[in-house]
Structures are given as structure tokens and as C-alpha cells.
């Protein structure tokens, strides 16, 4: 189950940083807007808003995507480094990192997207799954 688990969260975790590696390339290299602005306003352009709004919700997303691929990046080599030797303390470290980034990232879009809460919930099965094949193959008995 450990490596079930394993394979899981770097499948979830590769995608998640190839996601937010798009989207720093399309902000910083491209000069487009936050795609947020699309679930907000219908518009990735950001017209009508002030220049001052639309720098502050970019930069948002500069920061909240390279902090991201920064967590998925150091996720991965603590799944395939510490976790696949069972330690403890790298299966702790990822649950409440790779959960606490999910649920915050659900209650977050929530705010502004609420067509259906239940359907985006899903998202987070991939890292409850893996994360609990995971818990099994490091704390279950091996005979």
C-alpha cells in the first residue's frame, strides 16, 4: 500500500506543480492575468478593475503558485526519499502539508466559485487517498 500510496501523490503532486508552473510562466513570462479573474469576473482581462486591484489579485497568484510548486517540489522528494523508508515523521510532514494546502485551497475557491461545492470536493480525493494508502503502509503490520 506504501507504494500505492507513494505513486498517488506524486501522480496528484506532479500535476498540482505542473499547474502552478503554467501559470507563473503565464504571469511572469507571458504578461496575461491571474485566471482567477475568469472564475471572478468572466473576463481574464481585468477590465473595469483598478490597476491597483489587478496587480494585488496577480501578485496573489505569483506568490500563492510559487509557494505551490514549492510544496510539490519538496513533497516529492520527501515521498520518494524518507517516505518510501517508512519514517514517521515524513508521513506527518506530508498529510498536514498536502491536506492543509487542499481543504484551504476548497474553502478558498468557495468564496468565489460556488456553483457546485460538492463536485469540487472531489478534488480533494486524490490526496485523501493517497495519503491514507500511505498511512496504511507505513503504521500497518507487516508480517
Known sequence: MLRAGAIILTFWT???????????????????????????????QGKGLDPRALATINGLAIVANASIAALSILSLAVI??????????????????LLFLEVVRWVGESLYYQENLLEDAVTLLPTVAGVTCVAIGVFGRTT
Open 80 to 97: 520518494w526519499g524518507a517516505l518510501m523508508k517508512r519514517a514517521v515523521w515524513a508521513f506527518w510532514s506530508l498529510a498536514v502539508a
Open 14 to 44: 506532479g500535476f498540482k506543480l505542473a499547474i502552478s508552473l503554467g501559470i507563473l510562466f503565464m504571469l511572469l513570462a507571458l504578461g496575461k492575468n491571474s485566471p482567477a479573474l475568469l472564475a471572478l469576473f468572466g473576463d481574464a
